[in-house]
């Protein structure tokens, strides 16, 4: 009878801590970023782009991922044609009018696509309630460019990024959006 209640007088200390151990594990994981969320950003950003421009039902060939990296936080990549060229099935490449009509009017609607992915950044990360506000939300942008284009100058990739601390903070002030969100290109 001694040995069983030192036996329970040394376990119930070692029960505890297990029991505590199992509650912090618990609430470390209500904290993650669950698929849930993600999937309703990765929908929300889908959404903000195809409306972006009204002549180009086909700006999505596929759908925005995101993906949460323990440690560094959310990232969304996406693919994205700004321009879809009216070309009959078998046409060729556009005249040389054409091609140059063309490149300005991509680079209007990359400049567009940017302010977009900054305002959807900030969105995202006022989204995200269990993300930790030390880490980040990126988006990263593939755009798709015509074998016959003039790519000098454009880029093939735009990525946006911001600490979430700092993106939340840019909800009260817009203006300040560029001092919270980084943006590269190449």
């Known amino acids: 009878m001694q040995t069983l209640r030192r036996t329970i007088l040394f376990s119930l200390p070692l029960v505890g801590l297990l029991v505590t151990g199992a509650v912090a594990a618990t609430a470390a994981g209500e904290t993650r970023v669950t698929r849930a969320a993600i999937l309703s950003r990765e929908k929300a950003l889908d959404d903000k782009i195809r409306k972006l421009w009204d002549d ?11 993906v949460y990296l323990d440690g560094f936080g959310v990232v969304f990549t996406a693919d994205v044609l700004t321009l879809v060229r009216n ?8 005249n040389a009018d054409e091609k140059v009509q063309y490149r300005l009017k991509k680079q209007q609607r990359i400049v567009q696509l940017k302010n977009l992915l900054k305002t959807a950044l900030v969105d995202a990360a006022s989204q995200l309630e269990p993300l930790p506000v030390e880490e980040q939300v990126a988006i990263g942008v593939s755009i798709y460019k015509y074998p016959w284009e003039d ?16 993106l939340l903070e840019v909800k009260s002030a817009p203006a300040a959006i560029d001092l919270a969100v980084k943006l590269t290109e190449e």
């Open 87 to 94: 070309q009959p099935l078998m046409g060729g490449p556009p």
């Open 151 to 166: 790519s000098a100058g454009m880029p093939s990739h735009v990525m946006v990024r911001g600490q979430k601390k700092r």
């Open 56 to 66: 180009n039902p086909y700006v999505l060939p596929g759908e925005t991922r995101g």
